[in-house]
């Protein structure tokens, strides 16, 4: 059965720091991987996307993969109160899969 | 570009009575999902259709649960009956093909459950 690990947290870093988040799967098929924001009452939303092992940046986000670990994580630089909110992350295997959602992790982002 | 449209926002039922969920994902995209997401939990797939046909029902409990999406546009949900654990909120998402890649989800703002 596919599995996804998160720390529920919370966890909380000050404005300015940065937010280190972190995920572990199981499936040794997964290809695909995603980090998804939620906000309290709303809905997810994509934020990255990474297929390959390495780092991803965009914007103050950067999303590692290591798939020999089977571990995802993303770094959130000069967090914002406005980051506040449940990152769930996510991994799909190729072709016509679902997505496997982790339980999400909240983040407390204090002015 | 309009999003993912899901009706109602909020239904509170009484457990054993049935309910039904709407969703018009959009448009083009071929591959609709059912999310279940329980409070605190990550959201659970329930259900994944590639234009009108099921890829993926095996989380789907068919003893109450049932799903369509006729013509591959609309698909409805529904629940019966409910039982109290069903309370949650049932996310409807759609993605332009099934293949993950290059292929994100996009969310409806779902609709929250409760039954009494």
């Known amino acids: 059965q596919k599995e996804v690990e998160q720390n529920s947290g919370p966890l909380s870093v000050p404005e300015g720091a940065i937010a280190s988040l972190n995920c572990t799967y199981s499936?040794?098929?997964?290809?695909?991987f995603f980090w998804y924001r939620q906000y309290s009452g709303k809905s997810p939303e994509l934020i990255m996307s990474i297929y390959s092992n390495g780092d991803k940046e965009d914007g103050r986000f950067t999303a590692q993969l290591n798939k020999a670990s089977q571990y995802v994580s993303l770094l959130i630089r000069d967090s914002q109160p406005s980051d506040s909110a449940t990152y769930l992350c996510a991994f799909g295997a190729r072709g016509y899969s679902t997505l496997t959602f982790g339980k999400g992790t909240m983040l407390l982002v204090s002015p | 570009e309009a999003g993912v449209a899901q009706s109602p926002r909020y239904k509170i039922i009484e457990k054993r009575q049935s309910v039904a969920f709407w969703c018009n994902p959009i448009?083009?995209?071929?591959?609709l999902y059912w999310y279940q997401q329980i409070l605190g939990q990550g959201p659970k797939l329930l259900i994944q259709f590639q234009n009108n046909g099921v890829v993926d029902d095996s989380q789907l409990p068919k003893d109450r649960f049932s799903a369509e999406r006729l013509k591959g546009v609309d698909s409805t949900l529904k629940i019966q009956p409910a039982k109290l654990e069903d309370s949650a909120v049932y996310l409807c998402?759609?993605?332009?093909?099934?293949?993950?890649?290059?292929?994100?989800?996009?969310f409806g703002n779902g609709t929250r459950l409760t039954v009494t």
């Open positions: 998402a759609s993605s332009l093909s099934g293949q993950a890649r290059g292929s994100p989800l996009h």
């Open positions: 448009s083009g995209h071929a591959t």
């Open positions: 499936d040794r098929v997964s290809q695909s």
